[in-house]
């Protein structure tokens, strides 16, 4: 009885640690600060109800670097601090944790102030209506305003809450509307190659170049091209910084997020599909190979790496190489500096031709580059991050031969139950976590054959239905994740991620093809009518959905491979499948298992104990092959 009342204290007693410590790094690297931190939650929501209060709102990330200047420069501030402290409540927002939150308030900024960024500091009444906000402010410019809000919210306090009635004129005007496919993407081009065209800081968009790919190749290789030659892409260690303040690519800000390491690998992997230009290729390994260097022990990835790092946590200083430092390669020293652009001055390295040629003086200098200070990874597990990762690595592994990504793909893959599916640690799951977890798991079914993840991308995929599908607005939604003071001003974007609909309208499209599933089809059509009226005014802010768009407009094709995928012959046809650029086929690895779900290649076997391709539109199949020459031929051909 004593040894059992032992262990409950015991597990109490961890339960309580875990619940005290902050799951986000980005909230556990401010806890420190001279701000009383609470994070979001109805406990602060209540105190500032309760202490009539405003709220002091500031969302930022862990590899965000104007965040940690911000951090040490305010909210270790004693002044600054006891303003917030004494006359505000005070929240701390991940905003990759709370994406949701973010998406709302960076919706308000962008309204009015005409911009938006991290950190996002923001002025909330307590029932969370922003009152004034902006990005990175220096610290006697953040304390001149907390004491004035803080004057008119005691003395003034009616004509501040009218300013919260401009929230009505930005609630967002989207409407259903029927939209003709072809048009809306040559205007999503159009506009694209326009805004191209602006100078400025540039930030890659992935989802942008994905358009692009389908509807103006050459416009995409460009752009992936100039990002391969210049500084924003590391050439020592792989990977791409998250923007430049220049339009050349040149000048970075340097921290690295696992969503665009996934999702430009699958553009870099795409070029490559397109064009067989090997230099895409290796962009797109490197860039995985970095990724994988954001695993945790447990076969999950960090959301990112920080943008700072050495004793000063000065911004880049892990990335830059002087001349000087090139002694350690001895005789190849001098070529080195020829190849990545170095001299006596700091410099960021880059290349035109990182080809195999130079792979060893590049191994070399990762290896020494490794010995500074490293950035700090941020290690929270984002689920619908991590999926991005999973189809990025199940896509390379499928079309490239490289069984360790597959290996990698599927052992993040196996973290995540629809049972116990949640966005990080202790966060419930978003729609999105949905979306691109049902993604990722078709992915990896097409790329190994295993009917457990078609069996997992179904199930999911019903379980988004139940607890996300508005069937007013035919559209998946966070169903009342946001207060409701917010969900009329948050207006979905692309800019960085693709949105949960567009990645389930294409999921949709998928699994009506793998499963013969007219109502699936239908719906992801309802999701695209849903957005009409913003793919009729500026398609270009939802590239994504475009994107989608494009798997309407031609016959989608089923590849489906009869055999033992433990033989020889039958990988090699599936590779051959998956290296092709096909916008919207579906590749099945046929097996009895496979046929409770795909009933339609129940007769499509093995021809003479062959590995066979058959290659349909809407299951009217040619002539199958067991020749990987003629499975090249049927696949180029339209």
């Known amino acids: 009885m004593i040894r059992r009342t032992l262990a409950l204290f015991v597990l109490l007693c961890s339960a309580l640690v875990l619940e005290a410590k902050p799951q986000s790094p980005y909230l556990a690297e401010h806890a420190g600060n001279l701000v009383h931190w609470s994070p979001w939650g109805a ?131 989207q409407s ?48 992936l091209r100039e990002m391969a030659e210049a500084p924003i892409h590391d050439a020592i260690g792989g990977g791409f910084h998250r923007y430049t303040v ?74 830059y190489w002087r001349r000087d430092q090139l002694s350690f390669l001895g005789s190849d020293a001098d070529k080195a500096a020829s190849i990545y652009h170095i001299d006596a001055n700091r410099s960021l390295p880059w290349s035109a031709d990182a080809t195999s040629a130079h792979r060893s003086i590049r191994e070399r200098m990762k290896k020494e580059r490794d010995k500074r200070p490293h950035p700090n990874l941020d290690s929270k597990v984002v689920t619908s991050w991590n999926a991005l990762a999973i189809s990025a690595l199940a896509r390379a592994g499928a079309a490239l031969g490289e069984a360790r990504y597959l290996e990698a ?59 996300f599908w508005n069937a007013q607005a035919g559209r998946y939604d966070n169903g009342g994740t946001l207060p409701k003071e917010l969900a009329s001003i948050a207006i979905e974007s692309e800019a960085a991620l693709p949105t949960a609909n567009s990645v389930s309208a294409v999921n949709l499209l998928r699994l009506g093809e793998l499963t013969d599933s007219q109502a699936m089809r239908e719906r992801a059509i309802s999701i695209m009518r849903s957005y009409g009226s913003r793919l009729q005014s500026a398609p270009s802010e939802l590239p994504a959905m475009a994107a989608a768009m494009t798997m309407t407009i031609d016959a989608p094709r089923q590849i489906v491979i009869a055999g033992d995928l433990s033989r020889s012959d039958a990988r090699r046809m599936l590779r051959i499948a998956h290296e092709h650029f096909l916008p919207f086929r579906v590749i099945i690895p046929a097996s009895k298992a496979v046929t409770k ?19 349909c539109e809407h299951y009217m199949c040619k002539l199958p092959t067991s020749d990987p020459s003629e499975l090249e031929r049927l696949l180029e051909k339209r």
């Open 597 to 615: 779900y795909v009933p339609n290649v129940a007769s499509m076997k093995p021809v003479r104990g062959r590995a066979t391709a058959y290659v």
């Open 176 to 223: 259903a509307a029927d939209v003709e496919a072809k048009e809306t993407i040559a205007r999503a081009v159009e506009e694209i190659r326009t805004q191209e065209q602006a100078s400025g800081p540039r930030f890659p968009q992935p989802s942008r170049i994905d358009l692009l790919l389908r509807a103006k190749p050459e416009l995409a290789l460009r752009t």
């Open 409 to 467: 793909a599927g052992r993040a893959a196996s973290l995540f139950r629809i049972d116990r599916l949640e966005h990080s640690q202790n966060v419930a799951a978003l729609a999105e976590d949905c979306a691109f977890l049902i993604g990722a798991n078709l992915d990896l079914f097409e790329a190994s054959g295993k009917v457990s993840y078609l069996e997992f991308a179904l199930a999911l995929q019903k379980k988004q239905d139940e607890r």
């Open 43 to 173: 406990e602060a929501f209540a105190r500032a109800k309760r202490e009539g209060k405003p709220i002091f709102l500031s969302i930022g990330y862990a590899s965000c670097h104007w965040c940690h200047v911000m951090s040490r420069e305010s909210f270790d501030n004693a002044d600054v601090a006891k303003v917030i402290n004494e006359s505000y409540v005070a929240i701390l927002v991940d905003r990759e944790e709370h994406p949701d939150v973010d998406a709302a308030y960076l919706s308000y900024l962008q309204a009015t102030t005409g911009s938006a960024g991290w950190p996002a500091n923001l002025i909330l009444t307590p029932e969370l209506k922003p009152l004034i906000g902006g990005s990175y402010m220096r610290p006697d410019a953040l304390q001149r305003l907390l004491i004035a809000i803080a004057d008119r919210w005691q003395h003034d306090r009616s004509s501040l809450l009218a300013s919260t009635e401009m929230l009505r004129g930005l609630a967002e005007t």
């Open 246 to 319: 220049d339009a050349a690519w040149r000048e970075p800000h340097f921290e690295k997020m696992l969503t665009d390491q996934a999702l430009l690998a699958i553009d870099y992997l795409e070029a490559w599909q397109l064009t067989r230009d090997p230099r895409f290729a290796q962009v797109a390994r490197d860039t995985l190979d970095f990724m994988l260097e954001l695993r945790l022990p447990g076969g999950g990835f960090g959301s990112g790496l920080s943008a700072d790092s050495g004793p000063t946590m000065e911004e880049g200083a892990y990335y």
